[in-house]
């Protein structure tokens, strides 16, 4: 089992930043690729960043320039900095987990998440 839970949610304007974390406990071999979703209201949870064991990253194309996820494996901890927030960005923040090599992109292939953290981007 693994266990994620996520901080450093919060309100900011337009153009501000926000780093979330991510505390991984459990099983925490580097077997795992780990991924952030969001979730806003209505909507379906999307693939935003994920990294995986080689330090390799993918990220969905709206956030390509802004965000950048890393990890700290001496810490357990995955990290997703946001910069230049925008409106579009505001949403429920999960992390996730999954037994892979690769990275996954779609919510279905990921084992584990936490129990989300809200970011809120005010106009």
């Known amino acids: 089992q693994v266990q994620l839970v996520e901080s450093g949610g919060g309100s900011v304007q337009a153009g501000g930043s926000l780093r979330l974390s991510c505390a991984r406990s459990?099983?925490?071999?580097?077997?795992?690729?780990m991924g952030w979703f969001r979730q806003a209201p209505g909507n379906v949870r999307e693939f935003v960043a994920g990294?995986?064991?080689?330090?390799?990253?993918y990220y969905t194309d709206s956030v390509k320039g802004r965000f950048t996820i890393s990890q700290d494996n001496t810490k357990n901890t995955v990290y997703l900095q946001m910069n230049s927030l925008k409106p579009e960005d505001t949403a429920v923040y999960y992390c996730?987990?999954?037994?892979?090599?690769?990275?996954?992109?779609?919510?279905?292939?990921?084992?584990?998440w936490g129990q989300g953290t809200q970011v809120t981007v005010s106009s």
């Open positions: 990294i995986n064991w080689s330090d390799s990253t």
């Open positions: 996730s987990a999954a037994r892979s090599h690769l990275i996954p992109i779609t919510a279905d292939e990921y084992d584990y």
């Open positions: 459990g099983r925490t071999s580097s077997a795992y690729a």
